[in-house]
Every structure is written in structure tokens, then in C-alpha cells.
């Protein structure tokens, strides 16, 4: 079984930038896509950003031109660059993996269980 451990969470203050990470502790087959994910209090888990195996990304229009998707394959791990934050993006963000873009989409096929998350606050 796969196992996904996210970081990098924390206070930010609006218009600001965090960086998240997301660890297997095994291997992430190359083969793979990756997304993040993230649940705001009484709301549904949402897909904002997904990346193939072959590069390709897909964001949520919420977070369209603010958040940039990466992976770095050598180190199991994805990234996820968030910028010009706003108090919209405040939620727990969750990593998951899957054979394609579309199953991360429909949540369909994911590789791992729900982790912890990293939560992420943006406020003034």
C-alpha cells in the first residue's frame, strides 16, 4: 500500500506564498498522477491541482494563475506553490495518487487512504 505524508502548512497572511509537500514513504511509481485536494470546514474534499506522469497539469479555476502543481520524481515527493493567497483557500490540503488525471478528478482509483493533511490558514 501506498503511503502519502503531507507538509508545509501554516499561517499566511493574504496575497502571500506557501509551499507544500507531499512524501511517499516508499516509491511513487513514475506511472502515476498526483494531486492535491483540499476540505474547508462543512464543505466537500475538492481536487485544486493535478499533474501527469508525463507533466501535464490541471488546476481548479479557483486557484487558476495563483497555484503551481510539481513533482520531483528522484524524491517521491509533489509540490504545490501557492501564491497570492487568499482567505478562499483556507483548508486542510491532502495529496493523493492515480493511474490518470481523469480518476484524480473523479476520485476514482486513488492509491492511498486519507492522511492527516496539512492545514492552511490565510488571514491578516
Known amino acids: 500500500q501506498v503511503q502519502l505524508v503531507e507538509s508545509g502548512g501554516g499561517l499566511v497572511q493574504p496575497g502571500g506564498s506557501l509551499r507544500l509537500s507531499c512524501a511517499a514513504s516508499?516509491?511513487?511509481?513514475?506511472?502515476?498522477?498526483m494531486g492535491w485536494y483540499r476540505q474547508a470546514p462543512g464543505k466537500q474534499r475538492e481536487l485544486v491541482a493535478s499533474?501527469?506522469?508525463?507533466?501535464?497539469?490541471s488546476y481548479a479555476d479557483s486557484v487558476k494563475g495563483r497555484f503551481t502543481i510539481s513533482r520531483d520524481n528522484a524524491k517521491n515527493t509533489v509540490y504545490l506553490q501557492m501564491s497570492s493567497a487568499e482567505p478562499e483557500d483556507t483548508a486542510v490540503y491532502y495529496c493523493?495518487?492515480?493511474?490518470?488525471?481523469?480518476?484524480?478528478?473523479?476520485?476514482?482509483?486513488?492509491?492511498?487512504?486519507w492522511g492527516q493533511g496539512t492545514q492552511v490558514t490565510v488571514s491578516s
Open positions: 493523493n495518487a492515480a493511474p490518470t488525471l481523469l480518476h484524480l478528478q473523479s476520485q476514482r482509483a486513488l492509491f492511498a487512504s
Open positions: 516508499g516509491r511513487i511509481f513514475s506511472g502515476s498522477a
Open positions: 499533474i501527469s506522469s508525463g507533466g501535464s497539469t
